[in-house]
């Protein structure tokens, strides 16, 4: 039987959010999309932490980026969800799926 990692809620939608913004995945940028789509009041704190858990598990690489004027010079941690990330967001949303499909609830694009 294969080892898995099991993900928090918030750090799947961080790793979910990581994998949607793709080049554009930093701290500030993850935080304020984590807001806008959910409607949660998140703290960069927050997010910080679930990303070096995220690294710790191997689901998240960072890279610095550039020196931009925008911030006085100073560079930016970006980060990419890895094979691992990828693979479990797949194996989360398989799961998801099969539950919901199970289900009589109607999506709500349909009500």
Request: no cysteine.
């Amino acid at each position: 039987m294969k080892k898995r990692s099991f993900l928090g809620e918030f750090e799947e939608i961080v790793l979910l959010t990581v994998s949607a913004l793709g080049d554009h995945a930093y701290g500030v940028s993850i935080m304020h999309e984590i807001n806008e789509q959910t409607g949660r009041s998140v703290k960069l704190n927050q997010v910080h932490a679930a990303l070096h858990r995220l690294m710790d598990k191997g689901m998240v690489n960072s890279t610095m980026g550039a020196p931009t004027a925008v911030r006085g010079g100073r560079r930016k941690r970006m980060f990419t969800a890895s094979e691992a990330g990828i693979r479990i967001l797949q194996e989360i949303q398989f799961v998801r799926q099969r539950l919901w499909n199970m289900t009589s609830i109607k999506p709500i694009s349909e009500i």
